[in-house]
């Protein structure tokens, strides 16, 4: 039997419909990463834009459970298009709002864009296997992460030209006007309900999020790995991110962060391919492997680096969490019945992203407490250990819960 290719996976008209819909949303989303802060500052200082995101950030983080059930209930594309419909909403506040002093209609514009958020993330993780056969998820998932990331530089070099051209409120309209296309291939694939489709018993909200809570309970090693993002996040991610565009404006120049998230963006897509094209029956390995080379980033931030040699340490981070996602998600969706995976992925955001924000805000703080060596130091023994630690529990090698002795070596 010839093993299924990446045209495949394109030869599926409702998957290319699919596909281009979404990527064609996320270039949007690129374009509001660069209107957005152009616009609100215009009319407010940078306390109001950072207050506008931690808004829609509470929001996403707070409703993501729920988010996930709603996915699991109801038909997950017809989930994805009103998610669509309430952040187009919500976008369309920042245009009417976002040039006035009306700081109430931006924060209520915030809240609908983060409650949007909430409800598509978990229905588009969870809808693709709906669409895609067991054999090309892997594929899928590769594709999924390598043009996403490449839809967002898209968008963002696009919202930079507009905004310099045409202003960031038309750059905006545009951005609205991509969920349209997004909504068009939605309701044209119409996937059905996955309670019809696995027959389940419908309960009520709060009952679903604590089943969801229990299927990856149930599993060690998936809730494991949770918390092995939730402190990879606080104490790595999320300080370099406040971090970078500081330290490298310092040493190297303004410009110098653009180089820095292209190398990292360019790693991104790079692994993600990568992974699509591997075959192993022990994913967990090569996960764990591909994510140690993120142990380079706090390393370059305590320490004065040559400028390509910080971008070669994020190509090679960003690379090797290419390659972690598109395993990990591959496993989410071969692991869970089809019935829970909404609660699944939102449960799996929850537990990465949830101290995001907090992480945001106090690690920097303690990083220049304690200093930034030390804290590097801290950051790169803590990724190191938490990466390589999560293999020794059961499952996390194979990802699965399958009896290790179905398993084959590489």
Same mark, same amino acid.
């Given at each position: 039997m010839t093993e299924p290719t990446l045209l495949t996976l394109l030869r599926d008209t409702r998957y290319r419909a699919f596909w281009l819909g979404q990527i064609t949303s996320v270039v949007g989303n690129g374009i509001r990463i660069v209107a957005l802060p152009a616009l609100i500052l215009s009319a407010h200082d940078g306390r109001t834009y950072g207050i506008v995101l931690a808004v829609d950030s509470l929001f996403a983080v707070l409703l993501l459970l729920f988010g996930g059930a709603i996915a699991d209930r109801y038909s997950r594309t017809s989930v994805m298009a009103w998610s669509d419909v309430i952040r187009a909403v919500g976008i369309t506040g920042y245009l009417v709002f976002g040039g006035t002093t009306h700081l109430a209609g931006l924060l209520v514009s915030a809240a609908l864009v983060g409650a949007g958020t909430a409800a598509f993330q978990p229905a588009h993780r969870a809808a693709l296997p709906q669409i895609v056969p067991a054999e090309l998820r892997q594929k899928a998932n590769s594709l999924d992460a390598a043009t996403g990331q490449l839809g967002l530089a898209v968008g963002a070099g696009l919202g930079g030209v507009l905004v310099a051209t045409v202003g960031p409120q038309r750059a905006l309209m545009i951005d609205?006007?991509?969920?349209?296309? +997004?909504?068009?291939?939605?309701?044209?694939?119409?996937?059905?309900?996955?309670?019809?489709?696995?027959?389940?018993?419908?309960? +009520?909200?709060?009952?679903?999020?604590?089943?969801?809570?229990?299927?990856?309970?149930?599993?060690?090693?998936?809730?494991?790995?949770?918390?092995?993002?939730?402190?990879?996040?606080?104490?790595?991610?999320?300080?370099?991110?406040?971090?970078?565009?500081?330290?490298?404006?310092?040493?190297?120049?303004?410009?110098?962060?653009?180089?820095? +998230?292209?190398?990292?963006?360019?790693?991104?897509?790079?692994? +993600?391919?990568?992974?699509?094209?591997?075959?192993?029956?022990?994913?967990?390995?090569?996960?764990?492997?591909?994510?140690?080379?993120?142990?380079?980033?706090?390393?370059?931030?305590?320490?004065?680096?040559?400028?390509?040699?910080?971008?070669?340490?994020?190509?090679?981070?960003?690379?090797?969490?290419?390659?972690?996602?598109?395993?990990?998600?591959?496993?989410?969706?071969?692991?869970?019945?089809?019935?829970?995976?909404?609660?699944?992925?939102?449960?799996?955001?929850?537990?990465?992203?949830?101290?995001?924000?907090?992480?945001?805000?106090?690690?920097?703080?303690?990083a220049y407490q304690i200093g930034l060596s030390t804290f590097a130091v801290i950051a790169t023994v803590v990724l190191i250990a938490t990466t390589y630690a999560v293999l020794f529990v059961r499952g996390a090698i194979e990802l699965s819960s399958a009896p290790a002795s179905v398993t084959a070596r590489v």
């Open positions: 609205v006007a991509t969920f349209a296309i +997004s909504l068009v291939t939605l309701f044209w694939i119409r996937l059905p309900r996955i309670a019809q489709v696995a027959g389940a018993v419908r309960t +009520s909200l709060f009952a679903e999020v604590r089943e969801g809570i229990a299927q990856v309970r149930s599993r060690t090693w998936a809730w494991v790995i949770m918390v092995q993002g939730t402190a990879q996040v606080f104490l790595v991610f999320a300080p370099y991110f406040a971090l970078v565009p500081v330290a490298s404006a310092e040493r190297y120049g303004i410009e110098a962060y653009g180089w820095i +998230s292209a190398a990292g963006s360019i790693g991104m897509i790079a692994g +993600s391919t990568l992974a699509g094209r591997v075959t192993t029956k022990r994913p967990g390995l090569w996960a764990m492997n591909a994510l140690a080379p993120s142990a380079l980033l706090p390393l370059c931030l305590a320490f004065q680096v040559p400028l390509a040699v910080f971008c070669a340490a994020a190509f090679l981070a960003w690379a090797g969490i290419g390659v972690f996602v598109v395993f990990w998600f591959t496993a989410l969706q071969r692991e869970f019945p089809a019935e829970v995976q909404g609660r699944v992925f939102a449960l799996e955001s929850v537990a990465t992203f949830g101290l995001e924000p907090i992480a945001l805000a106090v690690a920097p703080v303690l």
